[in-house]
């Protein structure tokens, strides 16, 4: 009986004895039971990779681990918690030590925080875990949400992720699922509407944009820095209904309606005068228009309405009260008016004292002519013993006194393109001509005038001579006194153009052109005064800018064929040619007009085309003193280059003929092109080798050739 005691007693403290050692096991593992649901953890420097052993084997889910991941992990909790509550402490453990759970379809991947923020991290949604690693966008209704970034930025950890999309002005927040719930409650307190709001302030007697510039003025020194301090407003002014927006907070808006409230007081005369100094119109023009404006309300009612006898007793003092003269010296206007009369005016001035645009014209005037003609023919003239007028065989008009004054007086006759017989040595003197000219002549004409107008200001250029006609003829009755009366008028090339710019770059202009010259054909022989040949065209066009569109032209041919004879005898065969005369023309004539208009809005186009022309003008007159033989090398005029020019340098030539100013000016640089020339890869438009803006340059390269034969 005792030695069973005894052993039981021995057996019992054993028991108790494994028992406490498998306690204290489980305990370091981390679970209290491997058949319960809930669990007492608690550890004391585990490997993390033991403690994501354990944590895999109680949740059930599948861990990757990355090779980096490695720590000694100690947890105590006093109380038992479940399979989520212990995935919970997972993730806290995690992230103190700068760890994270990154869901990938059915594994979790654990990796450094630093590498987390570049994998596929989940959405933020409803129930995600506080310490776990998501993504979420948060939409800004009222503040710019770049705004926000420097705000937040120190609320996100390092290894964290916070940008701004200004497209949807959103903020994208990559952290842990609690620090984005803090982050999303601070900026729900931050994204508020303020307290600014949007005033319409009606004025009486004031204009709403002097009251605009005044306050303008004013708001560097009261205004206060930030973009919500109760000094920063803005203003707007509203010219149609003559009032001012104001915004900003309450109490800037409560001064500023002080404020124009006090500037809106009538003046004591119940009128104004102002000068207004004019920028670009002309004073007695725009004087003439305000005028006949105001008038023309005066005399219309309210919508169109007959006028009562008060409201036309009021219109009548109204117009009394209205004055508006024009200073030709100042170029400015005296205006006196009632305030409300007052800010139409000076509405309507704003908006024709405007810069024009100017439109640069180049035409081009093309000529090509061709004349062929042959001429084979006998001609007999005699002179009887009276001396009196010459007899001729064939009709020879003024040829025949030319025969027989060449018969009279052999000495005369001199070398040319005939063959001619006679006697001059008897009472009759007799001679024949035989005549056979074979000619060609050609005529190649070019003329590109070039002008510079305004919009809408007909412009005109005349290059040519005055040359006189005579108009009449007068002689008294004893032919003592005979006169005649004479008229110039302008023979040459003559370019007038009304440019109208359209919307849209497109230009409607009104031309009318002419290029005549003085004819000196022998077919016009018998004319009583000059005869001037005449080509002229008038049209309206619309041409867009920098385009290059015909205006017209002429296409000519004419063939004439003359045959003379006389009777009888020019019929005989073979000895009738030496009674025939035969003359055969051809001429071909082609002419053509072309316009090339640009806009010029700005200084940059006016100076581009300005430079283009003066340096095309500088380079033939040095090529000219090049070439010339009368002069020598620099003593020729030359315009001076366009830095030098307008530096006011003096000008020194050089013994090559080129010219230096004391200092050497740098290279000019060249133009840019305007946006229409740069858009066309072309050649150099044919109008580009003007000399100036208002020039004109003919270079006529005529070419005759006459050949003749007997």
């Known amino acids: 009986m005792d030695k069973n005691k005894l052993f039981n007693q021995y057996f019992c403290q054993r028991f108790q004895s494994i028992a406490l050692l498998l306690v204290s096991l489980i305990s370091c593992f981390g679970y209290s039971s491997a058949f319960s649901d809930t669990f007492t953890l608690n550890l004391k420097n585990a490997d993390i990779t033991s403690f994501i052993s354990t944590v895999s084997k109680q949740t059930g889910k599948n861990f990757v681990v990355d090779p980096r991941v490695k720590a000694k992990v100690t947890v105590i909790s ?44 989940p959405d933020l949604v409803k129930g995600s875990r506080n310490d776990q690693l998501v993504t979420h966008v948060i939409n800004i209704e009222n503040v710019p949400a770049a705004q926000l970034v420097p705000i937040l930025r120190p609320l996100v950890p390092q290894q964290g992720h916070l940008a701004a999309y200004a497209a949807t002005n959103a903020l994208i927040i990559t952290d842990r699922a609690a620090n984005i719930s803090r982050i999303t409650k601070i900026i729900k307190r931050i994204d508020r509407p303020d307290n600014e709001e949007i005033e319409v302030v009606q004025l ?18 009261t205004g206060a820095k930030g973009a919500n301090t109760p000094g920063n407003i803005k203003l707007a002014a509203d010219e149609r209904t003559n009032s001012i927006l104001i915004s900003g907070d309450r109490a800037a808006r409560l001064r500023t309606r002080s404020l124009i409230a006090h500037l809106d007081t009538p003046t004591e005369s119940g009128g104004n005068t102002r000068v207004v100094y004019l920028r670009y119109s002309k004073a007695e023009d725009l004087a003439k228009v305000l005028k006949g404006v105001s008038e023309g309300q005066a005399k219309v009612g309210v919508a169109g309405q007959p006028q009562t006898a008060q409201a036309r007793a009021n219109a009548s003092k109204q117009k009394e009260s209205l004055d508006i003269q024009a200073d030709t010296h100042t170029n400015s206007l005296i205006i006196t008016a009632p305030p409300d009369e007052m800010r139409n005016i000076l509405a309507i001035i704003r908006q024709l004292d405007i810069r024009r645009a100017q439109v640069l014209i180049e035409a081009i005037i093309a000529e090509i002519s061709q004349n062929k003609s042959n001429a084979l023919g006998v001609s007999f003239a005699t002179n009887g013993i009276d001396k009196g007028a010459p007899a001729g065989v064939i009709n020879l008009g003024n040829m025949a006194a030319e025969i027989a004054s060449a018969v009279a007086n052999p000495a005369n006759i001199g070398l040319g393109s005939t063959l001619a017989f006679g006697d001059i040595t008897g009472d009759i003197d ?26 809408n200001q007909e412009a005109e250029i005349v290059v040519g001579q005055n040359v006189p006609f005579v108009t009449g003829q007068t002689t008294s009755s004893n032919n003592d006194n005979p006169f005649q009366t004479i008229e110039r008028q302008d023979v040459g090339l003559t370019l007038k153009v009304l440019p109208q710019i359209n919307e849209g770059n497109s230009i409607k202009m009104d031309i009318s052109q002419e290029v005549s010259n003085v004819t000196s054909q022998a077919n016009l022989a018998n004319a009583v005064d000059l005869v001037t040949q005449k080509r002229a065209i008038k049209t309206t066009v619309i041409v867009e800018d920098g385009q290059t569109l015909v205006l017209g032209g002429l296409i000519d041919e004419t063939l004439r064929d003359t045959r003379e004879k006389v009777p009888l005898l020019g019929d ?5 040619r030496l009674f025939q005369y035969r003359g055969t023309e051809k001429a071909k004539q082609n002419l053509m007009i072309f316009m090339h208009p640009v806009i010029l809005r700005d200084r940059t186009l006016e100076d581009y085309h300005s430079s283009r022309k003066y340096n095309f003008l500088r380079t033939q007159q040095l090529l000219s003193e090049e070439n010339s033989i009368g002069l020598l090398k620099g003593e020729g005029p030359v315009l001076p280059e366009l830095e030098v020019l307008f530096n006011n340098q003096p000008v020194k030539r050089s013994s090559s003929g080129r010219e230096s100013g004391e200092v050497k000016p740098e290279a000019q640089p060249k133009a840019p092109l305007p946006e229409p020339l740069a858009r066309r890869s072309v050649d150099p438009d044919p109008v580009a080798s003007q000399p100036s803006a208002a020039g004109t340059r003919n270079t006529i390269q005529a070419v005759r050739h006459s050949e003749s034969s007997v």
């Open 204 to 221: 009486e007697n004031a204009s709403a944009s002097e009251v605009v510039r005044i306050l303008g003025a004013l708001k560097p020194a």
């Open 78 to 121: 006093s109380r038992e918690m479940d399979a989520d509550e212990l995935y919970e402490v997972f993730l806290s453990v995690l992230q103190v030590h700068q760890f994270s759970a990154v869901p990938t379809g059915d594994v979790i991947k654990i990796i450094p925080d630093v590498s987390a923020k570049q994998s596929p991290v």
């Open 572 to 576: 005989i065969p073979l000895l009738g």
């Open 430 to 455: 007799f001679g024949f001509i035989v005549r056979a000219i074979a000619s060609d002549a050609a005529n190649n004409i070019l003329s590109t005038p070039s002008l510079v107008t305004l919009d």
